[in-house]
C-alpha cells in the first residue's frame, strides 16, 4: 500500500522555522520526484518544492526560493522541508506528493500556522 504520512507542522512566529518530514512507504522510494504542495482554505493548491529522486534536481516556487530547502534521505524513504524566515504568508496545510503509476499520491496534510 502506497503511503505518505507528513509531521512536524505546528503554529510559529514570524520569522521563524519548522522542519516537515514526510515518511512514504509502499514503492522504491529512490526513484521517483517528490513535491511539496500547500493550500489555504479559499485558495487553490500551490506546488512548493519538488526534489529528484536522487536529490540532485531541486526546483521551488518563487514566494519561496531561498527560504525553503526540500531535502531526501532515500535510506529513510523520507523527503523533508526546511522553512525558513516563515511569514504570516505562508500559513497553510502543507501536503506531500508523488505519481505512482500515473496516479497522484497525497498525504493527509500537516498545518502550519505562522502568526504573532
Known amino acids: 500500500q502506497v503511503q505518505l504520512v507528513e509531521s512536524g507542522g505546528g503554529l510559529v512566529q514570524p520569522g521563524g522555522s519548522l522542519r516537515l518530514s514526510c515518511a512514504a512507504s509502499?514503492?522504491?522510494?529512490?526513484?521517483?520526484?517528490m513535491k511539496w504542495f500547500r493550500q489555504d482554505p479559499g485558495k487553490e493548491r500551490e506546488l512548493v518544492a519538488s526534489i529528484s529522486g536522487g536529490g540532485l534536481i531541486r526546483n521551488y516556487a518563487d514566494s519561496v526560493k531561498g527560504r525553503f530547502t526540500i531535502s531526501r534521505d532515500n535510506a529513510k524513504n523520507t523527503v523533508y522541508l526546511q522553512m525558513n524566515s516563515l511569514l504570516p504568508e505562508d500559513t497553510a496545510v502543507y501536503y506531500c506528493n508523488t505519481r505512482y503509476n500515473m496516479i497522484d499520491i497525497w498525504g493527509k496534510g500537516t498545518l502550519v500556522t505562522v502568526s504573532s
Open positions: 509502499g514503492f522504491t522510494f529512490s526513484m521517483y520526484v
